[in-house]
């Protein structure tokens, strides 16, 4: 089945800097990829997502780009601001096919300092 | 549209106890799921429906239960607690299958 890896666990950046978070997926036949944001004590919330016909996805301060050959997807937050910070978990999966379910990764923990 | 509820929030269960947790969506979603989220893991699927009347299994099914007689309730029940189904739990549903989930508050349980 399918497995997402997510790196790094925990990430702490300056206000005004860039964050990357990278996920890799075991199977290649997986063509969804979103990414949820999870505040401290509240709900997962989609902030973006990708389908593989799709290279790369851009909104505002948000993208996220697909290499399909690598078989991994990565999280771009430019210009940081304290409320960003959050967990951030990356999903994989192959809707129409056999893992027509979300699987996550272990998420990414975000500080971002003023 | 107040979107997807669940209760309670919070609650202890002695070991061998069962309940039920409670989901409610009212956006005329199709699918619902459950997630449990354990420290460090990320979320992990128990059981998923694409209709009233129609369930399934997720990655982790074992202890736990479900049914459907609703578009807008999917409840999930807990047959005999055990202390490793201490977790946080998520309901959440989406219209179509590769569309937005939208996740419920979450139910915090410990069993002890």
């Known amino acids: 089945g399918e497995n997402v890896e997510q790196h790094p666990s925990t990430l702490s950046v300056q206000e005004g800097d860039s964050a990357v978070i990278k996920c890799t997926y075991s199977d290649s036949a997986s063509n969804y990829f979103p990414w949820y944001k999870q505040e401290l004590g509240k709900r997962p919330q989609l902030i973006i997502d990708i389908r593989s016909n799709v290279g790369e996805k851009k909104d505002q301060r948000i993208a996220v780009t697909l290499n399909k050959t690598a078989k991994h997807f990565s999280l771009h937050i430019t210009e940081t601001q304290p409320e960003d910070s959050a967990v951030y978990f990356c999903a994989a999966c192959n809707y129409g096919g056999s893992q027509g379910n979300l699987i996550f990764g272990k998420g990414t923990k975000l500080s971002v300092k003023p | 549209n107040t979107g997807v509820t669940q209760t309670p929030k919070f609650r202890i269960l002695k070991i061998g106890q069962s309940m039920t947790l409670q989901c409610t969506q009212d956006?005329?979603?199709?699918?619902m799921y459950w997630y449990r989220q354990d420290p460090g893991m990320g979320l992990k699927l128990i059981y998923y429906s694409v209709g009233a009347g129609i369930t399934d299994k997720g990655e982790v099914p074992n202890g736990y239960n479900v049914s459907r007689s609703t578009t807008e309730d999917f409840p999930l029940r807990l047959e005999l607690a055990a202390p490793s189904q201490t977790s946080v739990y998520f309901c959440a549903s989406s219209y179509l299958e590769q569309e937005t989930q939208y996740f419920g508050p979450g139910t915090r349980l410990l069993v002890l």
């Open positions: 956006m005329n979603h199709n699918y």
